[in-house]
């Protein structure tokens, strides 16, 4: 397939990137999984775009994007309200569009949320690199030139999409992202290291509140609130880490990773967030409070299989 001029950026906003599923594969390697730190807005957009969940879209952070459509194509947006309209006329998340040549897409401000994702027909246009088109930013590989949006840039599209779902998506599928002022509850399954805590370390952790640190990023949601007692030393063998993994260092406060996470890592493991709702994660901005409920592993994979038939069938992947 040929690519096709898209759209020019207007303005990238804080930070944009092309981002699809990742390479979770490559973990074995080295290579950090990463991909769109939100799976389930990213698959909306793109099942409202019409494309397959994997196809390449952008992830637009905290707003203050703007571009300008070269060609006619059909678009899905999810994840964030950031404020999106095009050609004036307002857009919320879980919608699909069609924009036309000179057409204008902006995102005005933030209203909840952190990540936005913009799936076009076809899917953006990007070399695959280990098999992604995802953006890797630490190591400067992968989407647009291994870096974020500019002023300028021209982003292409691949032939193909259309079809997309019609509608509103179905509220069941999204999952039940907090909004301002309200505390984010996540489920985390114990371990595999909560052995590696006092007893009170692990009531304090599964009984407090957090805050979202300013150092909260794409790699880790760093948080910060009571301190968690280690029973033993607060530093391990390094060993694999998993997406969802809640790290405790040395300071006592719980640091879950992210997309972008390394592939291993030298701290305790007091738990990992469910799978299920770890988009909850990926929208949290600095401020933002977060519980965490102790679940059974049975409870975490029974939410997710659940969750997952769900989305399948209206993909029309069942």
């Not at 009984?207 to 949601?221: F, H, I, L, T, W």
Request: proline share 8%; charged share 20%; aromatic share 8%.
């Amino acid at each position: 397939m040929i690519p096709r001029a898209l759209l020019r950026v207007v303005s990238p906003g804080p930070l944009t990137t092309v981002q699809d599923l990742g390479r979770p594969w490559a973990q074995p390697l080295g290579v950090p999984g990463g991909g769109a730190a939100d799976t389930v807005a990213h698959r909306i957009a793109n099942r409202l775009a019409g494309n397959p969940p994997g196809a390449a879209g952008l992830e637009v952070t905290l707003g203050g994007f703007e571009a300008e459509f070269l060609i006619e194509t059909a678009g899905g947006l999810a994840g964030a309200d950031l404020g999106f309209s095009l050609d004036g006329e307002p857009l919320s998340p879980g919608s699909r569009f069609t924009a036309r040549p000179g057409g204008r897409l902006r995102a005005e401000g933030r209203r909840w949320g952190c990540r936005a994702y913009l799936g076009f027909g076809g899917g953006v246009a990007v070399p695959e690199v280990l098999g992604s088109r995802s953006t890797y930013l630490p190591a400067g590989f992968g989407g647009f030139q291994g870096r974020a949006l500019r002023r300028g840039d021209v982003v292409d599209v691949l032939d193909g999409g259309g079809g997309g779902a019609a509608g509103r998506v179905p509220e069941e599928l999204v999952p039940p992202y907090g909004r301002p002022g309200e505390v984010v509850e996540v489920r985390a399954v114990p371990g595999p290291q909560d052995d590696a805590f006092t007893e009170g370390g692990r009531r304090t952790f599964f009984q407090s509140v957090y805050e979202v640190s300013a150092q909260a990023d794409r790699m880790g949601c760093r948080l910060t609130g009571p301190w968690i007692e280690h029973g033993g030393p607060a530093e391990l063998i390094s060993e694999g880490v998993a997406w969802g993994s809640v790290q405790v260092p040395g300071s006592g406060e719980p640091l879950v990773l992210l997309a972008d996470r390394q592939t291993t890592g030298g701290y305790p493991k007091i738990a990992t967030v469910a799978t299920v709702d770890l988009p909850l994660l990926a929208q949290v901005v600095p401020g933002d409070r977060v519980r965490f409920r102790e679940a059974s592993l049975v409870e975490a994979r029974e939410a997710l299989v659940w969750a997952e038939y769900r989305r399948r069938r209206w993909e029309g992947r069942t």
